[in-house]
């Protein structure tokens, strides 16, 4: 009789296709958040066009993925969001979209709320303004809280409320908690990486050693009532494992196609080191997914490294490989924040003239946003996108007011 391999270690070996992939339709946005993994801003010239994108979702059809979880950037301010969201329901692929909410206004979210296979993750990094305004934004919280508000008033059930953990909202867990509760939705908590503009805050923002104790203690009275996305494995060595599958999934069992058509190993790991192939040049998602050497190689049995001596290595099984690339230590070593200690040393370890990786790409806003100053663009760089004064409400003013959009050759 064949043995069956535990669910867990057939995810680990990879599947034919991904469980859900992240696709970031583009860098454009209004807002510049500190820790943004992406570096967005300013929208690529290049992106994916209308068709383009329709023929991923044919390709994602066949695959039969499951759901897509669309990002950015903002995603709602490509003009051809809603016809995409639309395309990909109709051909069976669910989505599952991220916003800051500048969009989300009552029409948009009577239009969420008929809509079946559509899921909505609002973006939120402090229970309060003041927190959440520090990271995102001046007036963030309430763009935020009137989309809540709007998909709650149209009927749209359950929600997410997205927050990424630091050391500090990670005092705010209960806070977050009544606030997803007062709009009927989930809350969903995921970790800071150090990708992206990230990197540049990882050591101001990302909680504490004392703050990770605390988080995983709240997480596991949370249940399953609250959402992580499997952020916080390496929290498992603490005891028992948090709800998911714990491992990392990159090229197993997800994935990150960008705005251009790149397919990345992880949406946390925008680095050539984890380029597996584009869109267009090398055939299509499938023939990326199915035949990159880089997921060829991430599919493979892995050691362990340093860590397979660990006891808690069969549990947090490493920790986060984008977490671990960019600060600088080895893949096959601990996570920065591991539970033990051996990260902090790792880190620590580090030669005074390392140079940490950065991502190819930075789309940052040239200004003016959160008092950068402007600066010139040259020929062929990415169009910035603002909004000018913030409008009271979501509809008064398009984020792409002024914004000349150029058709990809």
């Known amino acids: 009789m064949t043995a069956v391999l535990p669910l867990v270690d057939q995810f680990a070996l990879g599947l034919d296709a991904p469980i859900c992939l992240t696709w970031e339709l583009t860098y454009a946005c209004n807002l510049a958040c500190v820790h943004c993994l992406s570096s967005s801003g300013k929208r690529d010239p290049n992106e994916l ?3 383009q994108c329709e023929a991923v979702i044919d390709e994602l059809q066949r695959m039969k993925v499951f759901y897509v979880n669309i990002g950015g950037g903002e995603p709602t301010v490509r003009p051809d969001f809603w016809h995409l969201l639309d395309y990909a329901v109709a051909h069976q692929v669910g989505v599952k979209f991220s916003t800051n909410g500048i ?7 009577a239009r969420i709320a008929a809509t079946d296979y559509v899921d909505v993750q609002i973006s939120l990094d402090g229970a309060t303004a003041e927190v959440n305004d520090a990271v995102r934004g001046a007036g963030s919280y309430a763009t935020a809280l009137r989309a809540l508000e709007n998909l709650a008033e149209a009927g749209f ?9 630091t050391r500090h909202n990670v005092t705010q867990l209960d806070e ?8 009927g939705a989930t809350l969903r908590l995921t970790r800071l990486r150090p990708s992206g503009r990230g990197a540049d805050v990882w050591d101001e923002l990302h909680p504490t050693a004392d703050q990770q104790r605390v988080l995983y203690d709240w997480l596991v009275l949370a249940g399953e009532g609250v959402l992580t996305g499997d ?5 498992a060595g603490f005891g028992e494992p948090l709800a998911g599958l714990n491992l990392c999934g990159a090229g197993r069992v997800v994935c990150l196609i960008d705005p251009v058509g790149d397919v990345y190993a992880c949406p946390f790991a925008i680095h050539s080191e984890f380029l597996a192939g584009n869109l267009l040049r090398d055939g299509g998602f499938h023939k990326v997914w199915r035949e990159s050497p880089l997921f060829e190689e991430l599919r493979r049995p892995q050691t362990g490294g340093a860590c397979a ?3 808690h290595y069969d549990s947090c099984r490493g920790g986060c490989m984008a977490a671990k690339f960019f600060t600088g230590l080895p893949l096959d070593g601990p996570d920065p924040e591991c539970i033990v200690g051996y990260g902090e040393q790792a880190l620590a370890d580090r030669s005074a003239a390392a140079v940490l990786p950065k991502p190819d790409g930075d789309h940052s806003h040239g200004g003016p946003v959160r008092g950068q100053a402007p600066k010139p663009r040259a020929a062929g760089e990415p169009v910035p996108v603002t909004i000018g004064h913030r409008p009271d409400r ?13 058709s990809r050759a």
């Not at 969009?103 to 979210?109: F, L, P, S, T, V």
């Not at 997410?160 to 953990?165: A, D, F, G, M, Q």
Request: aromatic letters at 8%; proline letters at 2%.
């Open 309 to 311: 001596k660990c006891a």
């Open 103 to 109: 969009m989300i206004d009552k029409e948009k979210a």
């Open 157 to 165: 059930k359950d929600a997410k409320i997205s927050v990424v953990v």
């Open 176 to 183: 977050f908690k009544a606030l997803a509760d007062r709009f």
């Open 49 to 51: 066009t209308t068709q």
């Open 231 to 235: 952020s916080f494995f390496h929290l």
């Open 394 to 406: 979501g509809c008064d003013e398009s984020p792409l007011v002024g914004l000349q959009l150029s």
